[in-house]
């Protein structure tokens, strides 16, 4: 697996997974969002330095995506992902959130939905702990 930086070219296949009704199921907003605003809040993203968002590719496919926010308060990135509805169950989310990570080598934390088991066996895999459950948003880091 290639972990890379997302370019504005990638904004048609992630506005498609951030639609996807799973993906919007798990996430704060779970609005269907429109093209526009999806490319305003691409091109916002990739000037601001304190967000990161990456794409992972395997065998040539992009199977997933993680963004990473640095918060200057806990020096620490908030990261948030999402896998390709296609590549979904094949252990990627764990091998991609991993990797990142690894990369970042930095303090990390994320916000997880309760029933969401395969992201908490993900963060889990990926070496974060249960900090704290509010209102069944359960507070990773590591
Ligand atoms: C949640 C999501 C990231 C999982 O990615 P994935 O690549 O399918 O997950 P993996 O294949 O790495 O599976 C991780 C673990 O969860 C399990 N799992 C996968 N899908 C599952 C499901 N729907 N229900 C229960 N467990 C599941 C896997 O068996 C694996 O368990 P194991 O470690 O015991 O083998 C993916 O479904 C997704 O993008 N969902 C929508 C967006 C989202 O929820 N983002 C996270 C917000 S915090």
Redesign the pocket.
């Known amino acids: 697996m290639i972990i890379r930086k997302v370019t504005i070219d990638d904004w048609k296949i992630l506005l498609s997974?951030r639609n996807?009704i799973?993906?919007r199921k798990?996430?704060h907003n779970m609005e269907l969002i429109k093209e526009e605003s999806h490319k305003k809040w691409m091109l916002s993203i990739l000037k601001n330095i304190n967000r990161k968002l990456f794409i992972a590719i395997e065998n040539e496919k992009a199977v997933?995506t993680v963004r990473a926010d640095f918060e200057e308060k806990t020096k620490s990135y908030e990261l948030?992902?999402?896998?390709s509805p296609d590549?979904?169950?094949?252990?990627?989310?764990?091998?991609?959130l991993k990797l990142i990570c690894i990369n970042l080598n930095a303090k990390v934390k994320?916000?997880?939905?309760k029933e969401?088991?395969?992201?908490i066996?993900?963060a889990e895999?990926a070496g974060l702990k249960l900090k704290k459950n509010i209102k069944g948003v359960l507070h990773y880091s590591n």
């Open positions: 997974w996807d799973i993906t798990n996430s997933g948030s992902w999402t896998i590549f979904r169950g094949k252990g990627i989310g764990k091998k991609m994320a916000e997880i939905k969401n088991i395969a992201s066996k993900i895999f």
